[in-house]
């Protein structure tokens, strides 16, 4: 540190964090200076989040130290963060939806007996000195995404935060909104506050930060002052030098597929998270969808499943050139198609049953329906195939779920799925949360699958992961289809400029 940089406000020293085993921040150094504004950019997944939550007292790190003002702290919960001037923005505000807007900005500094009039009043003050036009008698439910992080900012405001974390903050504004936010950061940094943001818009932060910082893969691969960077840059130590190249990538043969689609989605609509998205997906084939989070794409494959209802006249979609309009995933089931979710935990496996009854469980959603006996004993022989056709590692087909390791509960999820015999298969982040060895084993069951002549959809915010298995890449953005790319013109940057444009 030279003596004209002054000390700084947060340092986070060779900081790891883990789960599980597997290290979604790894031997990360960090600073922040007073009244200084610093971009973290990187993929999804990169480990941003996980950088500020530590910061935020969110989360503890496994290894490593946090610093604040030189002086090494640990953070048991966020409030022991907030004590020492640390707020943090969600992008999923953490208002509390039956409060009103003023009783959300001074919750947590609420004293024993408090006056309805001077809460309004002070939240009325903070709201009007930032020029955020909110009612401060409204309650948080009824509020827009935007009004959401302004209270939220004004929240942090009020508590006098010296140092204000901001994760994707302009992803639910418009553009005007977006530069009345940057002109209140700009504000606020003359007041001396220091401000960190996430965003995968990178002219936001080629144009208004101090300083940016690039996570690869749960590592610092790049910092230094934003005037160092322009968006190749940004782009080349965000995906890897090696990615850059397309002709690094591991070769697959290019199958020769049928012209005529098993799925055909025509201006699909469902909400503002869907907004008139086409493609088809060919029997054979990987279609890779690529984008980033909140793009649509899980959202779509829920509205394909009937799981989410689309709107009203939202579009229409064909499997196997037959229109269809699901209200039930069982009957997406029943047609063969299969759902493999982003969380697995939530709607993948039954954690309690054993892996057998979960195996059994998915061939008796196609096959079961309308059946007076169950074949016990060819549902035990399946569950012992599958198990061994997927390598799943375990004390035997009786092991509860829930003491299997995550790859192995991962491929849990697969075999339940394809027990079914679907024709389709949509995998949604199959290998989010699972260690190296199974991801390999992961993605040879899903070319092998697409080799058998189905069609598969695959959406993964990982972009080695879809270049690597997909003989076409679709690239989803605000809920629609921006872009397609061929196997052979396929490059990270190429699908990143879309995705982010």
């Not at 989410?308 to 979609?317: A, D, M, P, Q, V």
């Not at 061929?486 to 940057?493: I, K, M």
Request: proline share 4%; glycine share 8%; net charge neutral.
């Amino acid at each position: 540190m030279t003596e004209l940089e002054p000390r700084p406000i947060i340092h986070l020293e060779h900081a790891t964090k883990r789960y599980g085993g597997i290290a979604a921040l790894d031997g990360v150094s960090f600073a922040l200076h007073p009244g200084e504004i610093h971009a973290l950019a990187g993929e999804n997944g990169a480990g941003k989040s996980t950088l500020c939550k530590l910061i935020a007292g969110v989360v503890a790190p496994s290894e490593g130290q946090l610093w604040v003002d030189g002086e090494a702290v640990s953070f048991s919960a966020p409030r022991d963060a907030s004590r020492r001037g640390i707020s943090m923005v969600y992008q999923e505000t953490s208002l509390v939806p039956q409060l009103t807007v003023a009783q959300n900005i001074v919750l947590g500094r609420e004293r024993t007996f408090n006056s309805v009039r001077k809460v309004r009043n002070a939240a009325r003050q903070v709201l009007q000195r930032l020029n955020f036009n909110v009612d401060p008698t409204q309650l948080a439910g009824s509020l827009s995404a935007a009004k959401r992080q302004m209270v939220e900012i004004a929240r942090a405001v009020l508590n006098d935060a010296r140092v204000i974390i901001l994760d994707e903050p302009t992803a639910a504004l418009t553009p005007e909104e977006t530069e009345h936010l940057f002109e209140l950061m700009a504000s606020l940094k003359k007041r001396g506050v220091a401000m960190i943001f996430i965003s995968h818009a990178l002219e936001e932060a080629l144009t208004h930060a101090d300083r940016i910082s690039v996570l690869r893969n749960g590592q610092l691969v790049a910092t230094g002052p934003s005037v160092e960077f322009d968006r190749p840059r940004l782009i080349r130590h965000m995906v890897g030098e090696d990615l850059l190249d397309q002709r690094e990538r591991s070769s697959l043969q290019h199958h020769t597929v049928s012209a005529l689609p098993v799925l055909r989605v025509e201006n699909l609509r469902m909400g503002s998270m869907v907004n008139n998205m086409s493609f088809s997906v060919f029997p054979g084939q990987i279609t890779g969808i690529a984008g980033l989070i909140g793009s649509g794409r899980s959202e779509m494959a829920r509205v394909v499943m009937g799981h989410t209802k689309r709107n009203f006249g939202g579009g229409r979609i064909w499997l196997d050139g037959r229109e269809i309009r699901y209200t039930l995933p069982a009957h997406a089931v029943a047609d063969g198609i299969a759902y493999i979710s982003e969380d697995r935990k939530l709607d993948g496996y039954f954690d309690t049953m054993s892996i057998r009854e979960n195996v059994e469980l998915g061939w008796l959603a196609k096959f079961g329906r309308g059946r007076f006996f169950v074949p016990f004993a060819k549902l035990r022989d399946l569950a012992r195939s599958w198990s061994e056709r997927l390598s799943i590692r375990s004390i035997g087909e009786g092991q509860p779920v829930l003491h299997l390791s995550g790859g192995n509960q991962q491929k849990v999820v697969i075999a339940k799925s394809l027990a079914q015999k679907p024709r389709l298969v949509i995998f949604d982040e199959p290998t989010r949360g699972v260690d190296v060895g199974a991801i390999a084993e992961i993605r040879k069951i899903i070319r092998d699958f697409a080799e058998g002549g189905a069609g598969v959809i695959l959406i993964s915010s990982y972009l080695p992961e879809i270049l690597d298995l997909s003989d076409r890449i679709l690239v989803a953005k605000s809920g629609t289809i921006v872009a397609e790319f061929s196997r052979e013109e396929a490059t990270a940057a190429a699908i990143l400029n879309a995705a982010i444009h």
